[in-house]
T-cell receptor, first 114, second 110 residues
Framework: DSGVTQTPKHLITATGQRVTLRCSPR?????VYWYQQSLDQGLQFLIQ???????AKGNILERFSAQQFPDLHSELNLSSLELGDSALYFC?????????????FGNGTRLTVT | GQNIDQPTEMTATEGAIVQINCTYQ??????LFWYQQHAGEAPTFLSY????GLEEKGRFSSFLSRSKGYSYLLLKELQMKDSASYLC???????????FGAGTTVTVRA
């Protein structure tokens, strides 16, 4: 158990809808990362937060947004969903947002858009 | 940006050794990580290199050459449970992004 909690585990929704994925980092970790992993694809970096502030941004679509709250949990919002958004979404956390502190991954949220 | 390359697949026999190579290009280097990921599961941390040389952790070792933009992960005494995808990830010192390679699927055969 990595200590990172993601909810829900599974989400099935229709095209055009909006969903929110939630992540609670490990106790003591200040940085949260979001990654997307499509079938047979590598982990695609979406966005990183450190202590409530956005630190780094990847190829995150404008339809997607995220935030990290004062209690350090984070939410990833996906809107106007398309079939191609179906993927496994991972949240990870680390002590800090740089250097050698390893990322610890949650078990992911599997999103299916129909 | 970053460009990370690793082989797509490798097959080895139980008890053998396998070496997974990773080459990278980045505008600023701030460390390289190796992760293991079983199908449908979360990646788990294996090793971290920031200075040149070899880091050993039990059956797993990782090597880094910053001047060559090259790393490898060495898996010794392979076991069936080592069948998984192995991901190389590089952190950029300019923006702290941690980018992953596409992963190498290792299949261990009896």
């Amino acid at each position: 158990d990595s200590g990172v909690t993601q909810t829900p585990k599974h989400l099935i929704t229709a095209t055009g809808q909006r969903v929110t994925l939630r992540c609670s980092p490990r106790s003591g970790d200040l940085s949260v990362y979001w990654y997307q992993q499509s079938l047979d694809q590598g982990l695609q970096f979406l966005i990183q937060y450190y202590n409530g502030e956005e630190r780094a941004k990847g190829n995150i679509l404008e339809r997607f947004s995220a935030q990290q709250f004062p209690d350090l949990h984070s939410e990833l919002n996906l809107s106007s969903l398309e079939l191609g958004d179906s993927a496994l979404y991972f949240c990870a956390s680390s002590v800090d947002g740089q250097g050698g502190s390893p990322l610890h991954f949650g078990n992911g949220t599997r999103l299916t858009v129909t | 940006g970053q460009n990370i390359d690793q082989p797509t697949e490798m097959t080895a026999t139980e008890g053998a050794i396998v070496q997974i190579n990773c080459t990278y290009q980045t505008s600023g280097f701030n460390g390289l990580f190796w992760y293991q990921q079983h199908a449908g599961e979360a990646p788990t941390f294996l090793s971290y290199n920031v200075l040149d040389g070899l880091e050993e952790k039990g059956r797993f070792s990782s090597f880094l050459s910053r001047s060559k933009g090259y790393s490898y992960l060495l898996l010794k005494e392979l076991q069936m449970k080592d069948s998984a995808s192995y991901l190389c990830a590089v952190r950029d010192s300019n923006d702290y992004k941690l980018s992953f390679g596409a992963g190498t699927t290792v299949t261990v055969r009896a």
